[in-house]
């Protein structure tokens, strides 16, 4: 018995989200275990104090108006509205590669105030950062490629009212790298 594209799409959607919501929770729990690592070590003597680079803060902004972008990406598919889906998906795209430029920008400001990686000038403080900071970013790079690819076949006009699964799927990955930031943004704001 044949399965109809419909069926197949109702198969895909019911295995799709909870593969993706398991990915996710394994990487609350990645930064989870950052983060109370970066609890613990805080209290060691000679712990490096130096403020934030100012960057994170404009990239802070800059990956919530993304999510504002890949809202109005997905409204607009809803709405069979294909300019919308291309222009939020290109905004989101653009936005996202900016934050990357802020962050690699962020560690040559840290970097120039002496703040290192490894080394035998560095602390764990500055590492710490950098690891934190460098797994999100990591992270973002796979949902610049996966952007890539919603990017794609915005521009085939594949998604639209009745064919959301790979748009809902990126957009979810999307808003979660965002809170993720912005929980990471605000933890390094008020331990460091």
Not at 6 to 13: A, L, N, P
Not at 20 to 34: D, N, P, R, T
Not at 91 to 108: E, N, P, S, V
Not at 145 to 153: A, D, H, T
Request: hydrophobic share 55%; net charge positive.
């Amino acid at each position: 018995m044949a399965i109809s594209a419909e069926e197949q799409q109702v198969i895909k959607s019911k295995a799709a989200k909870p593969m993706l919501w398991l990915a996710i929770v394994s990487m609350c729990m990645i930064f989870g275990g950052l983060t109370s690592a970066y609890m613990v070590r805080r209290g060691d003597p000679g712990w490096l104090m130096f403020e934030l680079p100012k960057l994170f803060y404009f990239s802070t902004a800059i990956i919530i108006i993304s999510s504002f972008t890949m809202i109005w990406a997905v409204q607009s598919a809803r709405k069979d509205n294909y300019f919308g889906v291309k222009a939020g998906i290109v905004l989101t795209l653009i936005l996202g590669i900016a934050f990357i430029i802020c962050q690699i920008k962020a560690w040559d400001s840290l970097v120039a105030k002496g703040v290192f990686l490894t080394g035998s000038s560095s602390n764990p403080a500055g590492s710490f950062l950098y690891v934190i900071s460098g797994a999100h970013l990591v992270h973002l790079l796979g949902g610049i490629i996966m952007l890539i690819f919603v990017c794609i076949n915005s521009f085939r006009q594949l998604y639209h009212s009745k064919n959301l699964l790979g748009l809902q799927l990126s957009s979810i990955y999307w808003h979660f790298l965002d809170l993720l930031w912005i929980y990471l943004f605000l933890f390094l704001y008020f331990t460091h």
